[in-house]
């Protein structure tokens, strides 16, 4: 499945500068093709996490729209979005991201159970790709920043989505994780997965198919694969 | 069942501080409603039984019992005593314009000493032309009293069978009576020849005040029932102008003061309950407030993985109403308890008649409590899951990193 992007803009209302309005993404067209991976880079607060958000179908965009496979997402109503989104869509937000009531494990398989679904067996499965396999039974309290890290990436990709979406996906892991993340992600978009990865780690350049900068809400593209 | 579905559970469970103070929240709110619904009505129980129990419009009683108000000590206050005049009043009372039923009654008071298993009030009633004991006592006891029988008011230590000794003169038990809430509770009934009987045996033992009345000739008191219409001030009036050395006192009078306190204490009781209800639902909005707006980011993560808005409304909504369902459940539980357990000592501080409601209003009562509780919960946070339910999941997430 592609991702493509059709003159998207977003902007913030900001009250606390001299302008009252902040664009985040300036008007652009983007495309994450399918078995690639596209990574974003650029400084904080450059617009790369915004624009994934709008991709990935979180965050309305000012103007422009997105499409999946030609389907204008932001069309679909609440229902059919999260249910679209629970099916094809992994995504790896910033920053720790558990529901704190669930352990390792119930976490990893949550994108199953929403829809009664058991997806033990996956689960499991991922626990023991990203080494977080002998804390199943235990509560995200007593996680560590990379653990809780591999857990959201365990159940972004738990489905097997056509579409990821990682925003700084390896931030707190070591260099072992560090590569283990970013193998899996490189084998999911072997396997048709269209991936974007949103980072300021220049170790994931070197599993890209392109690379695009970011600067001021303003997309530029820097590299690109050779086919 | 599924993870996503027993969400709301797991978060009560295994976040334990967090949910017992949600649930002290929700106790505290009905322990309020519960526990001051169940007190005014108790109060109100309490009246009404009083009301029933004294069952006549007027008491014709001794000029100087009035004056020195041993009646109302004995008929309010559930102190002992006694006194006489002529039984002759009883017809002259009947012969007064605007009377209707006539019933006369003797009293005696037993005292704390070996004479008698314990002292209480007695009260001899005439069974012929009784309308306000006989009632009552057929809702307990069945049968014909005969003499040396007596029954017994709720709070007397005696069951059925038991003997009780009064001035050395055994009386047997012939049945116990369901709980008034008033002095009643604490006074043996029979017929008046029993207490006739027994008024002989203490005027014998040299311990009655009165040495020289004929038990056989005297009354303490006349119950009387106005005919339809009539004024029940006039009737007294008439009473007493017809009648010499007897005072009529109207049972609305001897009441009034009571059914003031009470409409005053319920006033209170009800200020308090909507004052304490008030702000504990301010703390509940407050605390819940505080908590959707802490878990904003999970929300935000569980509508990244698939839940719609809708779905985790109904979530979130879901762990709010069995928690607040929990809590009030466990108060009303503890309000009711507690009332039950010291409904006699609160009756005494507030020298109040008070007379717990059947089981099915208690029970409605308690329904409708946790209910208003379940309610107060949804209004005090549902406006709250809805705007974070509605918040764009990329800004959530942005902002609670």
């Known amino acids: 499945m592609e991702v493509r992007a059709q003159q998207i803009r977003k902007e913030y209302i900001r009250t606390s500068r001299d302008t009252n309005i902040l664009t985040a993404v300036a008007s652009c067209d983007f495309l994450i093709p399918a078995g690639q991976v596209t990574v974003i880079h650029g400084s904080s607060g450059s617009g790369k996490s915004t624009l994934l958000n709008v991709l990935a179908g979180i965050l309305h965009p000012t103007e422009g ?72 039974e235990v509560m995200p309290d007593c996680l560590s920043g990379g653990e809780l890290r591999r857990m959201a990436i365990a159940r972004a990709l738990v489905r097997k989505p056509e579409v990821i979406f990682a925003d700084e996906p390896t931030g707190d892991l070591d260099d072992e994780n560090t590569k283990t993340v970013l193998d899996s992600l490189r084998q999911l978009a072997k396997e048709g997965a269209a991936v974007l990865i949103v980072t300021h780690e220049e170790e994931a350049f070197t599993y890209a198919d392109r690379i695009f900068s970011m600067n001021a809400g303003k997309l530029s593209q820097e590299s690109c694969r050779p086919g | 069942m599924q993870i996503f579905r027993k969400l709301p559970l797991l978060n009560l469970l295994r976040k334990p501080v967090r949910s017992v103070i949600l649930l002290c929240l929700a106790a505290v709110l009905s322990f309020t409603v519960f526990g001051g619904a169940l007190m005014v009505s108790s109060l109100r129980s309490g009246m ?118 009064f001035y050395g003169t055994d009386c047997i038990v012939a049945g116990k009576l369901t709980r ?50 009539a004024d029940i001030d006039e009737v007294a009036k008439r009473i007493e102008a017809s009648v010499s050395g007897v005072r009529a006192v109207p049972t609305s009078g001897m009441i009034a003061g009571i059914s003031g306190s009470l409409l005053g204490i319920s006033h209170i009781v009800r200020v308090m309950t909507a004052v304490i209800f008030l702000l504990a639902f301010l703390i509940m909005m407050i ?66 008649p008070m007379l717990m409601p059947g089981a099915g209003s208690v029970i409605a009562y308690m329904v409708l409590s946790v209910l ?29 990193r």
Not at chain 2, 101 to 115: E, M, P, T
Not at chain 2, 373 to 395: D, H, M, P
């Open chain 1, 65 to 136: 729209k997105v499409f999946y496979d030609g389907m204008d997402l932001y069309a679909k109503r609440d229902e059919k979005l999260s249910g679209f989104r629970n099916l094809h869509i992994g995504y790896v937000p910033q920053g720790r991201s558990a529901v704190s009531s669930l352990n390792v494990l119930e976490n990893v398989k949550l994108p199953y159970a929403l829809y009664e679904e058991d997806g033990s067996s996956a689960a499991l499965e991922m626990t023991e790709r990203f080494g977080i396999r002998d804390l199943c």
């Open chain 2, 48 to 165: 009404t039984s009083l009301k029933e129990r004294l069952g006549a419009d007027i008491m014709v009683i001794p000029e100087e019992a009035a004056e020195k108000k041993n009646l109302e000590e004995i008929v309010l206050q559930g102190q002992t005593g006694y006194f006489y005049m002529e039984d002759t009043v009883t017809e002259a009372v009947a012969d007064v314009e605007g009377t209707g039923q006539v019933s006369d009654q003797i009293f005696l008071a037993s005292l704390a000493a070996s004479c008698c298993s314990a002292k209480v009030q007695l009260i001899g009633f005439d069974p012929e032309t009784d309308f306000t004991v006989l009632p009552w006592i057929r809702r307990s006891y069945s049968g014909e009293l005969k003499k040396m029988e007596v029954v017994v008011g709720h709070d007397i230590v005696s069951d059925e069978g038991d003997t009780l000794t």
């Open chain 2, 372 to 400: 208003a509780v379940a309610a107060a919960g949804i209004l005090s946070s549902f406006w709250n899951v809805n705007r974070v339910s509605r918040e764009e999941i990329g800004l959530a997430l942005r902002r609670e």
């Open chain 2, 180 to 229: 008034t809430g008033t002095s009643y509770d604490h006074c043996v009934f029979a017929g008046a020849d029993t207490i006739r009987e027994l008024t002989r045996s203490s005027i014998g033992r040299n311990l009655n005040q009165f040495k020289e009345v004929d038990p056989n000739h005297v009354i303490s008191c006349v119950l009387v029932q106005t005919e339809e219409g």
């Open chain 2, 287 to 352: 605390v819940f407030t505080m908590l959707i707006h802490e878990r904003k980011r999970e929300y935000a993560l569980l509508r990244v993985v698939g839940v719609s808005r809708v779905s985790l409304t109904r979530s979130v909504m879901s762990e709010i109403v069995m928690v607040c369902l929990a809590g009030a459940a466990a108060g009303v539980l503890a309000a009711l308890l507690i009332q039950i357990l010291f409904v006699r000592a609160l009756q005494g501080t507030l020298d109040m």
